[in-house]
């Protein structure tokens, strides 16, 4: 059915003798095989070793082509140089109508060229007549195309120059390598144009365009180990395009201390602050003059000619591949590193299936301690192939996602097995990552344990002092004591983190390269680690908040774990859509989309929920492939700050989180007013959801949710069950004393019931245990700061003033702490203060009326407020029409607070836009491509 429907699209087919070698070859004929082609003859190298054939070879024999392994098709020049008639009456014999040349690194003579009546057909990486010669794609990246591809051409007795049948180009990103722009583009598409060239061609319709006074050609010289010395004295964005066009072969190298040392992985990072690199040494290049090149912890930075930097990851000195940032660090060897390794059943299963994968891509034969992979016949692509393949060795072990994967330089660095080996398990143990910078802890006694927490900013996987070193005290709420200093963030490390999320956010980085269902696996480690801690994070919220400690625990942690998994698992299943559109006619089209994530996210999460808040919106903006920078509440920075301690122990890459604590004047603003910020999500006031919109609008149009202020309002009917709807009523108002953004703000109760509602009412909140949150009789703790608290003495003083009839509580509590007693106003006017403006505390408002439901829907809608509201009635008809026509964002019919993290969760009109939690949240961090071709 394949060749069936491949061949619909030409009417001819073709005898073609295909010669080359390698992965590119073999895709190239199984794809002329599947278009209706006759391979008649495949000619390729000889094996590398004895059962180790070249992988056309091999595919070509399971398929029963004739196979010919030619060593060279000419007499060497001392016999001669003739052409060798033996190997040409091979040739011959396989009758060709043309020569389909695929990744061939061999010459091949003109009178072989020429003999088929179509001639020969080549592919090459590079825009003719622009970079002919053996470096092409290289040449590309070294020059610094923006525009990149490859021609295929037919042969003629000139380098490259015969005429031009087809071309296809890619744009070339900054950071391309050979082996990315390969992948990518080069070796898929360069596989479909030689079979579109060769159904051309049977067709009749292949052009033959002169490649004769093109614009742009030149003859690039083959890159060598003796002509791809590194001049530093050269721009950075040039020094960076030398070193990717070099990797992985031959390396660009430069001297250092007389050795050669070559250079891999290269990323351009332009204008650097010296004073911030914290470098491990440095050292001076024969190549560079004066300038001083810098050995970090994430690499080499080169000092180029015009004072900017080129960040390495890998050198190679010595024949040894290793990692930049151990290049002239003293390694003493320990006799742990000596002695044989010592393996634990898990290690043992994971090196039994790296040593079947060497056995297997080496052609079965037996691997031994001292097997040099590539002295038993292993090349470059041998090692893409083994990466891979322990790939899904490492993804299928228990610690799954939490080991970084090798990389081909791992693999040149350990070319003998028992490095190999090794330097795998120290991957899979951990033992190879570059050690922590140690964390500076605060350790507290409280609620019988010790509990320890992070002080200081955390920006690119460390926790780091503020640049201008100020500092903070965040107080706990219950004693009004100091806890400790904090790191107090400024516009300089709000600018530090944001290039550190847009790093980590770059193609090619770690986690852009990381399989969707790999970063589902990191969310749910993550997760598993915040339950592991959950004791730990609830007492730690208490302390800093003030919320009641078996709350912390059920809803503040609780729901933050549950949100992460719910995440996690739609790592894997943000999809797509292909939407049938017209056809161009006579061609057609495929026309579909891809949801990406938008980069580097700033989040804004107020005091009340401080763990909650930054994990409705982290996880979503994870799951998405965002990287993140968070401002946690300058009052409640320590939860955040802890969380990021447990990013660290997950294994996520650095940058991918970043905490900074600091005022919103400065801090928040910096972040909403950044221009790498893509989009902004924000939990607050409504006030301060303006002025975000304003800061987006005025810097780059970012993308933005807010969930801002309310004023919910709650009608209960007298044909509820009342006292079903008391407790609700208490909840709704008093739930996390009463800072909750869902709260009900106003309360409406039909006047039949009102008296014995309220009574019951005051009755339950008298029951209230107020004190210690940590201690578990506790049900309603202190107020959160001190601000706070007098903002809500003030509105109670309002409400008075104003002639609500003041029932109960409403006072600062005679003790140590931000305690305020639980109030209840009744008769309270539509045209009161209290009745209009959120208190977020714990204040009912209560307002009567007299049973009609169009009235006082009215009067509950009557508000610019949206985000929650909700009914008691036992009459489902009742609830269903009160339900529909109350204006929030989430309504509530008979219970009050029930949120769920598979549900989402926003308001409407004041109260904001965007969507926290649930299988729409995802959509608040990803953006939508629609992609059409024409075909």
């Known amino acids: 059915r394949v060749r069936k429907r491949e061949r619909e699209s030409h009417q001819g087919e073709m005898k073609v003798a295909v010669i080359g070698q390698s992965a590119f070859g073999a895709a190239v004929y199984e794809a002329l095989l599947a278009a209706g082609h006759t391979i008649t003859g495949v000619f390729t190298i000889p094996d590398s070793k004895p059962g180790k054939a070249d992988q056309l070879a091999d595919t070509a024999a399971k398929n029963g082509t004739p196979v010919f392994k030619v060593a060279k098709w000419k007499a060497l020049k001392k016999d001669g140089g003739g052409l060798l008639q033996d190997v040409f009456d091979q040739y011959k014999s396989t009758a060709p109508e043309l020569n389909v040349l695929a990744f061939c690194t061999q010459f091949i003579p003109p009178e072989v060229a020429d003999f088929p009546k179509h001639g020969s057909i080549v592919y090459h990486p590079s825009i003719l007549p622009a970079h002919r010669g053996a470096s092409a794609i290289s040449w590309t990246l070294i020059n610094g195309d923006e525009t990149g591809g490859f021609t295929i051409f037919f042969a003629d007795d000139g380098l490259d120059t015969g005429p031009i049948l087809l071309t296809r180009t890619t744009k070339v990103d900054p950071d391309d390598t050979v082996n990315t722009i390969y992948k990518r583009f080069m070796f898929p598409e360069g596989v479909k144009g030689m079979v579109e060239a060769v159904n051309m061609i049977a067709d009749g319709t292949a052009p033959r365009i002169s490649q004769e006074g093109m614009p742009g050609a030149t003859?690039?010289?083959?890159?060598?180990?003796?002509?791809?010395?590194?001049?530093?004295?050269?721009?950075?964005?040039?020094?960076?395009?030398?070193?990717?066009?070099?990797?992985?072969?031959?390396?660009?190298?430069?001297?250092?201390?007389?050795?050669?040392?070559?250079?891999?992985?290269?990323?351009?990072?332009?204008?650097?602050?010296?004073?911030?690199?914290?470098?491990?040494?440095?050292?001076?290049?024969?190549?560079?003059?004066?300038?001083?090149?810098f050995v970090c912890a994430d690499g080499i930075y080169l000092c180029c000619g015009d004072g900017q930097f080129t960040l390495v990851d890998k050198v190679e000195v010595d024949k040894k591949t290793i990692e930049a940032r151990k290049f002239l660090q003293v390694e003493e060897a320990s006799a742990a590193a000596a002695a044989p390794l010592q393996l634990s059943a898990e290690e043992q299963e994971v090196s039994a299936a790296a040593r079947a994968a060497w056995q297997q891509i080496l052609g079965g034969a037996a691997v031994a301690e001292q097997t040099d992979f590539f002295e038993?016949?292993?090349?470059?692509?041998?090692?893409?192939?083994?990466?891979?393949?322990?790939?899904?060795?490492?993804?299928?072990?228990?610690?799954?996602?939490?080991?970084?994967?090798?990389?081909?330089?791992?693999?040149?660095?350990?070319?003998?097995?028992?490095?190999?080996?090794?330097?795998?398990?120290?991957?899979?143990?951990?033992?190879?990552?570059?050690?922590?910078?140690?964390?500076?802890?605060?350790?507290?006694?409280?609620?019988?344990?010790?509990?320890?927490?992070?002080?200081?900013?955390?920006?690119?996987?460390?926790?780091?002092?503020?640049?201008?070193?100020?500092?903070?005290?965040?107080?706990?709420?219950?004693?009004?004591?100091?806890?400790?200093?904090?790191?107090?963030?400024?516009?300089?490390?709000?600018?530090?983190?944001?290039?550190?999320?847009?790093?980590?956010?770059?193609?090619?980085?770690?986690?852009?390269?990381?399989?969707?269902?790999?970063?589902?696996?990191?969310?749910?480690?993550?997760?598993?680690?915040?339950?592991?801690?959950?004791?730990?994070?609830?007492?730690?919220?208490?302390?800093?908040?003030?919320?009641?400690?078996?709350?912390?625990?059920?809803?503040?942690?609780?729901?933050?774990?549950?949100?992460?998994?719910?995440?996690?698992?739609?790592?894997?299943?943000?999809?797509?859509?292909?939407?049938?559109?017209?056809?161009?006619?006579?061609?057609?089209?495929?026309?579909?989309?891809?949801?990406?994530?938008?980069?580097?996210?700033?989040?804004?999460?107020?005091?009340?929920?401080?763990?909650?808040?930054?994990?409705?919106?982290?996880?979503?903006?994870?799951?998405?492939?965002?990287?993140?920078?968070?401002?946690?509440?300058?009052?409640?920075?320590?939860?955040?700050?802890?969380?990021?301690?447990?990013?660290?122990?997950?294994?996520?890459?650095?940058?991918?989180?970043?905490?900074?604590?600091?005022?919103?004047?400065?801090?928040?603003?910096?972040?909403?007013?950044?221009p790498d910020v893509r989009k902004l999500g924000f939990t607050g006031s409504t006030e301060i959801g303006m002025q975000i919109m304003g800061y987006a609008a005025e810097s780059n149009l970012k993308k933005v949710s807010l969930e801002l202020g309310g004023k919910s309002p709650l009608i209960i009917f007298a044909d509820c069950e009342l006292d079903k709807a008391v407790r609700g009523a208490v909840g709704a108002c008093f739930f996390n004393k009463g800072e909750n953004c869902i709260a009900a703000g106003r309360v409406f109760v039909q006047d039949s019931i009102l008296d014995k509602f309220v009574e019951q009412v005051v009755a339950e909140v008298k029951k209230m245990k107020i004190g210690d949150p940590l201690d578990r009789a506790t049900g309603h703790g202190p107020q959160n700061h001190l601000a706070h608290l007098e903002k809500l003495l003030d509105y109670v003083a309002q409400g008075k003033k104003e002639g609500a009839r003041f029932i109960h509580g409403g006072m600062r509590l005679n003790r140590p702490g931000f305690f305020f007693e639980p109030a209840v106003f009744t008769h309270v006017e539509d045209h009161h203060y209290i009745a209009k403006e959120e208190s977020f505390g714990p204040i009912m408002i209560i307002s009567s009326f007299d049973g009609d439901v169009d009235k006082v829907l009215a009067r509950a809608n009557a508000t610019e407020f949206g985000l929650a509201a909700g009914v008691f009635t036992k009459d489902i008809n009742k609830a269903l029409r009160v339900s529909e026509q109350l204006e929030g964002g989430t309504v509530f019919v008979n219970v009050w607070n029930k949120t769920d993290v598979a549900a989402p969760f926003g308001g409407f009109k004041r109260s904001g836009f965007g969507k926290d939690m649930g299988e729409e949240a995802l959509g608040e961090y990803l953006k939508t491509k629609t992609i059409t071709i024409e075909y």
């Open 219 to 293: 003859y690039d010289p083959m890159l060598k180990k003796e002509n791809v010395k590194l001049d530093l004295t050269k721009p950075a964005r040039a020094v960076h395009n030398f070193i990717r066009g070099c990797d992985r072969v031959p390396g660009a190298w430069i001297t250092v201390n007389g050795k050669q040392v070559s250079l891999f992985g290269s990323l351009c990072k332009g204008a650097v602050d010296v004073g911030s690199l914290k470098p491990l040494t440095e050292f001076k290049a024969e190549e560079s003059g004066d300038a001083t090149h």
């Open 376 to 674: 038993a016949g292993a090349g470059s692509m041998d090692v893409t192939a083994l990466c891979s393949r322990i790939e899904q060795v490492l993804a299928k072990s228990p610690r799954g996602a939490a080991v970084k994967p090798l990389s081909p330089e791992d693999v040149y660095g350990a070319p003998k097995w028992a490095e190999f080996e090794r330097a795998l398990v120290r991957r899979y143990r951990g033992d190879d990552a570059p050690k922590a910078k140690p964390i500076s802890l605060v350790r507290v006694s409280a609620n019988d344990m010790e509990v320890s927490f992070p002080h200081q900013l955390f920006i690119d996987g460390e926790f780091v002092d503020a640049k201008d070193g100020k500092t903070f005290d965040t107080v706990n709420p219950t004693t009004e004591q100091v806890i400790c200093k904090v790191a107090l963030g400024g516009e300089a490390d709000i600018n530090a983190a944001v290039a550190a999320a847009k790093t980590a956010f770059a193609h090619g980085s770690e986690w852009r390269n990381m399989n969707a269902r790999d970063r589902g696996r990191l969310m749910y480690r993550l997760a598993d680690i915040m339950e592991e801690h959950k004791n730990e994070l609830a007492t730690i919220e208490s302390l800093d908040s003030g919320a009641v400690f078996t709350l912390a625990l059920k809803t503040h942690v609780g729901m933050s774990i549950d949100v992460f998994r719910y995440m996690a698992g739609w790592c894997d299943k943000i999809e797509g859509k292909t939407i049938p559109i017209n056809n161009a006619r006579p061609s057609r089209n495929l026309c579909f989309t891809k949801r990406e994530p938008i980069g580097v996210v700033g989040l804004i999460v107020p005091w009340n929920y401080p763990l909650m808040m930054l994990a409705w919106k982290m996880a979503a903006a994870l799951a998405a492939g965002n990287t993140v920078v968070i401002k946690p509440a300058n009052v409640t920075p320590l939860t955040a700050l802890k969380f990021a301690e447990l990013v660290v122990k997950a294994g996520f890459p650095k940058g991918v989180i970043n905490v900074v604590p600091g005022s919103g004047r400065l801090v928040g603003r910096a972040l909403a007013v950044h």
